[in-house]
């Protein structure tokens, strides 16, 4: 157990609080895995045992990783590690409806293949990764009623995701692939970004999707982020809305 300095710790010549350096050392177990998302964080008096430090600290401590979004409370049962489970429903990133109060379409999803490609820009300057880095390329077809609606294109780290092309596609199916990689890695979805506009698909959307290059498109890219705002997943996607509108909910 790492432990918590009591004299003077310095950071760039200024001491760091006690309840900071706890907050440090919680958030580096969430990190490393040893509390994984959806697991209870010790009570608070276990923590001012195993630390020895007062309760101000340790409740300290936690309120700034709650809000933080690193931890969340559930009345009378505890503080959990915050994971992707807690937004699932907003993070269905392709709902398809006719209005506001419509039937949401099912999506069926279809992989068409994951392979390692060599970095490029710009996904690996919004990776935050060096530009000689490979990377993880998952293409995949959501359908809907068997028809294509949206092609969608993620680049992931490969130094991350180990192994993650050994997976079968069943996985890439079956779940959504940030529920796969909460699962496989602990690494939950904390927050998104996400660029809109409308254009044109290229011949490879255009031959996935099965429509006319002059038929216009709604061109997505996405940003995932995880713990300390480090993005996993650059994301590029061609959705067909002539038929049906994307719905967000924020």
């Known amino acids: 157990m790492s432990q918590i300095r009591h004299s ?109 490609v060599p970095g490029f820009v710009p996904a690996n300057r919004f990776l935050q990764i060096r530009s000689d880095q490979p990377l993880f390329e998952l293409k995949r077809i959501f359908l809907m009623d068997g028809t294509p609606a949206v092609f ?23 779940k959504p692939l940030y529920a796969t990689i909460e699962e496989k890695y602990g690494i939950p979805t904390i927050n998104n970004l996400e660029l809109i506009r409308a254009c044109f698909p290229d011949t490879e959307a255009a031959g996935v999707l099965g429509i006319p290059m002059s038929l216009p498109v709604l061109y997505l890219e996405m940003l995932a982020f995880t713990y300390r705002r480090r993005p996993y997943e650059y994301r590029r996607a061609y959705c067909i809305t002539s038929a049906k509108k994307i719905f967000r909910e924020y």
């Open 152 to 174: 969608s294109i993620s680049y992931l780290p490969q130094n991350l995701f180990k192994k993650l092309s050994d997976y079968p596609s069943i996985e890439f199916e079956k």
């Open 8 to 116: 003077a710790k310095l950071r760039h010549g200024v001491p760091v609080p006690i309840y900071y350096q706890l907050q440090e050392l919680i958030l580096k177990d969430i990190e490393n895995g040893n509390l994984l998302p959806g697991a209870m964080i010790p009570t608070e008096q276990q923590l001012v045992k195993s630390y020895g430090v007062s309760i101000g600290t340790v409740k300290k401590a936690i309120l700034n990783l709650v809000n933080q979004g690193y931890l969340y409370r559930i009345q009378g049962k505890g503080t959990f590690v915050t994971g992707t489970t807690l937004r699932r429903e907003s993070l269905r990133y392709y709902r398809l409806l006719d209005d506001f109060d419509g039937q949401e379409s099912n999506l069926a999803v279809k992989p068409i293949g994951i392979r390692k």
